[in-house]
């Protein structure tokens, strides 16, 4: 216990941390190439996620569990939803293209990241081995990492930079808000009952008026049952494309039933009316105006 | 184990929401990689804070995460406004301002 103490007075990084820093870190890492790789963007929202979080927890173990908390609530928390939200308004349904647009950008951003990365990794590891951390700081105590050390800091000697925030965050809620309203005057926004009337007489749209409702019957008044026109014909425009209407099959069957005993009744009459005489064929013109 | 190999884990992230930036062609994923950018930048922060025994690098780190959060709501502002009008969130579809 007492070489525990010391160590950590030494600034020493104790085994549960190398513990903790060996799961998550490359848990992190894995999170940040899951992102990449994954097509669907609401994968790599939710291996960001995974990034986060990991971090956050790396942020505790630093003696900083203010801000891993921060991180956890404020990054996992809202601009992760805030990014789903987005993706479920826009961005879900079109994945990435497989095309690409530039030739061999994709190998050249590869080999960049793995240049930058040993660029950035050899400087770091070179600039500091030898150095000797200080030792950790008490989160519990007042000076230390938890909310009360960085109050303090805040607002004394941040208190400038931590105002200016305040003014960066209802910009920003002004700005999200004037960018998310849709204008009256723009072309994209709803058109009035009258200006779509307008349009249509115009001839901007194919039809003058509006689709019929579906038809409401004794039988049936389902969304999926189809008016009838005045001569019994089913009204196609009735129904919605989405809906596949067993009934409206079925009537337009018995439509077509009715139509064709109709005509095999009319067949049969002009045929007794042959039969009967020319005097039959005079008459029968005007017994089917009558009908 | 020194705290250094936080800066490397940090490096590591960095170089792969840079990729991801140059690689990915959907707005908001484009996004989501400078969050993550930012995330290994509040890495570096709070190990530095950590090495020195100061508090000031944790500051920073929550400075940064203010402008973070602000930044998503604008960007996705943005991003939904340039999807309302062109029906597409792919960076490659933007491109009224070329030439």
Redesign the interface.
Known sequence: MSSMVLAQAA???STG??VT?WIL?PA??AG??G??FSRS?VH??LW?VL??LS?GV??MV???P??GF??II??TG??MM??LF??M???RE????VVE?LRG??VL??L??IG??GL??AG??RA??N?T?????DPNSP???GAG??GR??FT??LF?FEL?AI??I???L??IV??T?DRRN??AKKTQKELVEARFRGEYKRKTPFPGPGVFATSNSVATPALLPDGRVAPESLSDLIESTTAAQLIAKHERLAVAAEDAKRAEQAKALVSGSSGREGSPGEEEAK | ?????????S??????????V????????V???I??ML?AV??TL??F????????G??M???V??????????G??????I???RR???V?DTNLLKY
């Not at chain 2, 184990?1 to 884990?9: A, E, F, K, V």
């Not at chain 2, 490096?11 to 991801?20: K, S």
Request: hydrophobic share 60%; with cysteine; aromatic share 10%.
């Open positions: 600034g020493e990084v941390e190398a820093f870190g992190a890492l940040g190439l992102m990449i963007a790599s929202a960001l990034s986060m971090l790396l942020y630093q003696s900083a203010f801000l921060t991180q404020v990054y809202a601009v805030l990014f987005a993706l308004m826009a961005g079109n994945a990435d293209s647009v950008q994709r951003a590869a960049f990241g930058f990365a950035l990794v770091v590891t500091l081995t150095v951390p200080a030792p950790q700081l000076t230390g990492g050390g960085l800091l805040i000697d941040y930079g925030t960066l965050l910009v920003a809620a700005a999200g960018l998310a849709r072309e994209g | 184990m020194t705290p250094t190999y936080y800066l490397l884990l490096a590591l992230l960095f170089t792969i929401g840079v990729v991801g140059l690689v990915r062609r959907n707005a908001i994923v996004f989501m990689c969050e993550l995330n509040n890495l709070v190990t804070a950590r090495i020195n025994g100061e508090l000031d944790q500051v780190a929550f400075f995460m203010v402008v973070a959060a602000a930044e998503v709501v604008v996705l502002a943005i991003i939904m406004a999807f309302k009008s597409s969130a792919s490659d």
